[in-house]
């Protein structure tokens, strides 16, 4: 290794501590840029004032040897006392940094009542950074960010880095710096202006549209032309190559009832060589992530427009699933499942069905007290949500007095659960419909704003209008100013890092909440809709405000590491590691009206883009880089198979040029049915030419 130079013995950051000068109009906001040698060497410097408030940063090294050095860091220091900060990851200790796996919008953000302070890692030098070094080592340094609250530091480095916990990232010493050109950068943004300070992402979401994103999106990313083929892939899956794992006839007793189920994984296809193994319960969900009777909207949707009438069929007798949940006091369950087994198989354990006759009713496992679906407490998100899909399906689809009947009865006894400040609980106890006493003042509650305001809308009840106002008012002042995006997804999930400790407090070291998106796009709609029936624009600024801290969940620009289409494809929270999140679609209409009210055409560019980026995971041949992955993963994948998706990428905070893990299941009503159904919806509410377009001149 004559060609390695070792320099593991610092940290690199400590060596040679330089400071930078910026003009002396940044001095309110900066104390000092610190940064070190790299190999022993200090990094040319520039410096470019683009416009007032904005500086681009560059530092550069010309490396004559590949440099093996643990770390190196740029140190920025605010020259005030910020009570507002936000960073797109946590790093509750000093060994976390924010790995570049978490850059959808990258930023890092301090404030108080009269600075902002928006630091913004420059996607140019990203993508110009080299990957590998002459030496043939494994560790190239990745780009990382650091915000430390309590010492007032804001932090952009390379290092090396490895996943901990569920999801999220350290420091590992073994970097090698690659011989060659190395340019690294940044844009630091000031501001005094009330508007900046009373939404703090605006500037950096405005910034890294137009300069990446927004460029990317008119040039056709992140997928081009008619969607329409990529939802007949998804019904033809699930209703001809996947028939039989996927839909349920189901036989209630007083009626006959169906739905595609849960979830299914690759030893389910057609072309799976093994024994089929079910991943999870048999059952169909009603419930805020996997909705069956919202996917059901978008095959009657697809049915009518291709005359296709077993669809629409499927799509009613899903319906009367929904209608089958018995309501007790207005309550009713969110899960039909089934009873299963394990059996050996040729010396393997699988897991089976024992049919739809052993069937039982229960709620989603996915809470603070138990994993098991017959015991778990009624959830009233969930049924908000069921209820709210009832309610659009009596008004869009066809009339259904039993609909609105069913949710008339839930609305009544959800008003009954409304504390004295306006909020509705989170779980109910199923015998003595008591909240149990966790998340009771979430930002949950919004989701039955919405609700009740479609109620209301619908039965003229003013009843339902003045706790939704009254609910919607409790999130602004107790959940929005902190950023307590705290839900079900939060804590009790598939990342349950801090759910003993964090709850209801931060965490010190970011000053921030542990944060799902979920919750912010709930509130963010839930605004919108309170602007709508009250005609008060003080919901329509916060509610852009929550819409903005959502869209920093979105990808603002196209990583070189992402090895999918990522443009405008959402994650999911600070301690997680998702790209092309499911939810995409579901938060494409809201983001879209958002723009449309506003006019603001960068809300509709990013709106059209979480749309159609929705589909860029399916496995199908409109997709081919795709395709390949999935037959690099799967090589018994077929035909039959077109339609499959994962509901994500890149869940576990890593991916890979060539062995990408592109996934094993997938869930229609959180994934290809889910994204179908939201474009046969705003192609019904805006028509196809709005979803194709790639952008139109601004004024």
């Known amino acids: 290794m004559s060609n390695l130079s070792d320099r593991s013995q610092g940290d690199g950051a400590s060596l040679a501590a330089v ?24 990094p040319r410097t520039s410096i470019v004032y683009e416009e007032p408030g904005r500086a681009r940063i560059r530092l550069s090294f010309r490396l ?26 946590l790093t509750p200790t000093g060994d976390h940094v924010v790995d570049q796996h978490s850059f959808r919008s990258p930023a890092l953000i301090a404030g108080d009542r009269e600075l902002l302070l928006t630091i913004v890692p420059d996607p140019d030098a990203m993508l110009a950074m080299p990957e590998t070094s002459a030496s043939g080592a494994a560790e190239s340094p990745r780009w990382y960010m650091d915000l430390d609250a309590p010492r007032n530091e804001l932090t952009l480095g390379l290092s090396a880095t490895e996943v901990r916990e569920h999801v999220l990232y350290v420091r590992r010493p073994g970097a090698v710096f690659p011989a060659g050109e190395l340019e690294f950068g940044f844009y ?4 005094t202006e009330a508007d900046d300070l009373a939404n703090p992402w605006r500037q950096a979401l405005a910034f890294l549209w137009e300069g990446w994103g927004g460029k990317l999106y008119r040039s056709g990313e992140p997928l081009r032309g008619s969607l329409e083929p990529y939802a007949k892939y998804a019904y033809e899956w699930a209703f001809r190559g996947w028939k039989d794992a996927i839909w349920q006839s189901i036989d209630l007793g007083d009626r006959k009832v169906g739905a595609p189920v849960f979830i299914v994984n690759v030893t389910q296809s057609p072309n799976y060589p093994g024994e089929t193994s079910e991943r999870e319960l048999r059952s169909v969900w009603n419930q805020a992530w996997f909705s069956s009777l919202r996917s059901a909207q978008g095959l009657f949707r697809f049915g009518q427009r291709t005359g296709n009438e077993d669809y629409v069929k499927r799509a009613r007798q899903t319906k009367e699933l929904a209608l089958a949940a018995p309501q007790n006091g207005g309550f009713f369950p969110s899960v039909l499942t089934a009873e299963m087994e394990f059996v050996d198989e040729n010396g393997r354990k699988i897991n089976r069905s024992k049919g739809w006759q052993t069937h039982y009713w229960g709620n989603s496992n996915r809470n603070p007290f138990t994993d098991v679906v017959k015991d778990a407490p009624l959830h009233a998100l969930d049924m908000s949500w069921t209820a709210l899909q009832m309610l659009r399906w009596h008004e869009e689809l066809e009339p259904d007095r039993r609909l609105l009947e069913y949710a008339v009865r839930y609305g009544d006894a959800l008003l009954r659960l409304q504390d004295a400040r306006g909020f509705f609980p989170g779980w109910i106890d199923e015998k003595t419909y008591e909240p149990c006493g966790v998340l009771d003042d979430s930002p949950e509650t919004s989701m039955s704003v919405t609700f009740l305001l479609k109620l209301y809308q ?13 609910a919607m008012d409790a999130v602004a002042e107790h959940v929005v100013p902190v950023g307590r995006w705290e839900d079900f997804e939060t804590y009790y999930s598939c990342s349950p890092f801090g759910r003993d400790e964090w709850i209801g407090r931060k965490v010190e070291r970011n000053n921030m909440y542990k944060q799902c998106n979920f919750s912010m796009f709930w509130t963010a709609e839930a605004l919108l809709e309170s602007y709508g029936t009250s005609g008060d624009p003080a919901y329509l600024q916060l509610g852009r405000r ?5 869209l920093m969940t979105q990808a603002s620009w196209q990583p070189p590491y992402i090895f999918v289409p990522a443009v405008g494809g959402f994650g999911v929270m600070n301690a997680d590691g998702e790209w092309n999140d499911a939810r995409q679609s579901l938060f494409a209409e809201t983001i879209i009206r958002y723009g449309l009210e506003l ?9 059209i883009a979480a749309l159609r980026v929705s589909f860029a995971l399916m496995y199908c041949p409109e997709n081919p880089a795709a395709k390949a992955r999935w037959e690099h993963t799967w090589p018994f994948f077929g035909e039959a198979d077109y339609g499959f998706m994962m509901e994500n990428y890149g869940h576990g ?31 019904a509410h805006y028509g196809e030419a709005f979803l194709d377009r790639v952008g139109v001149e601004r004024g």
């Open 546 to 550: 929550c819409l903005d801290e959502l």
């Open 19 to 42: 400071s930078l000068m910026l003009a002396p109009e940044y001095a309110p906001f900066i104390g000092s840029i610190e940064y070190g040698e790299l190999g022993g060497e200090l």
């Open 458 to 470: 619908i039965t003229g009840n003013e009843s339902y209008r003045a706790a939704a106002l009254q």
């Open 188 to 191: 630091v943004n000031v501001s």
């Open 653 to 683: 905070g890593r991916t890979s040029a060539t062995d990408d893990y592109m996934g094993e299941f997938a869930i229609y009503d959180w994934g290809n049915g889910a994204a179908a159904e939201s474009f046969m919806r705003l192609a």
């Open 599 to 607: 006019g603001a055409e960068e809300y509709v560019e990013r709106g």
């Open 64 to 89: 004559t040897e590949d440099i093996r050095q643990d770390d190196w860091r740029v140190t920025i220091r605010p020259a005030f006392a910020p009570t507002f900060h936000w960073s797109p990851h």
